[in-house]
């Protein structure tokens, strides 16, 4: 069992930037992948990033490519999303979430999530 649990959204001026931790307590199983999911309002939850828990192999949305920055410790059980320049269009509630191999929208864990708001 993994439980994850979230710090760090809040309101920040569009271009601001803004970041994400995530604290797991349980074993990380080897083969599993860390990340995060974002839900906005009247929309699907989507994948925004993920990082491979033992390689560190990151995986990125197109949408936040070149301004979001995924990062681990292994040894602290945390993940970190650092989002740069952001944008209206980020806001959501940010969910972290752990998965086997890959990283869907549907996770076999995620936190309570941290909601962002971006004011333009």
């Known amino acids: 069992q993994v439980q994850l649990v979230e710090s760090g959204g809040g309101l920040v001026q569009a271009g601001g930037s803004l970041t994400l931790s995530c604290a797991a307590a349980?074993?990380?199983?080897?083969?599993?992948?860390m990340g995060w999911l974002r839900q906005a309002p009247g929309k699907e939850r989507e994948f925004v990033a993920s990082?491979?828990?033992?390689?560190?192999?990151?995986r990125y949305a197109d949408s936040v490519k070149g301004r979001f920055t995924i990062s681990k410790d292994n040894a602290k059980n945390t993940v970190t999303l650092q989002m740069n320049s952001l944008k209206p269009e980020d806001a959501a509630i940010y969910y972290c979430?752990?998965?086997?191999?890959?990283?869907?929208?549907?996770?076999?864990?995620w936190g309570q999530g941290t909601q962002v708001t971006v004011s333009s």
């Open positions: 979430a752990a998965n086997w191999m890959v990283l869907t929208n549907r996770p076999a864990y």
């Open positions: 349980g074993r990380i199983p080897s083969n599993y992948v």
């Open positions: 990082i491979t828990w033992t390689s560190g192999i990151t």
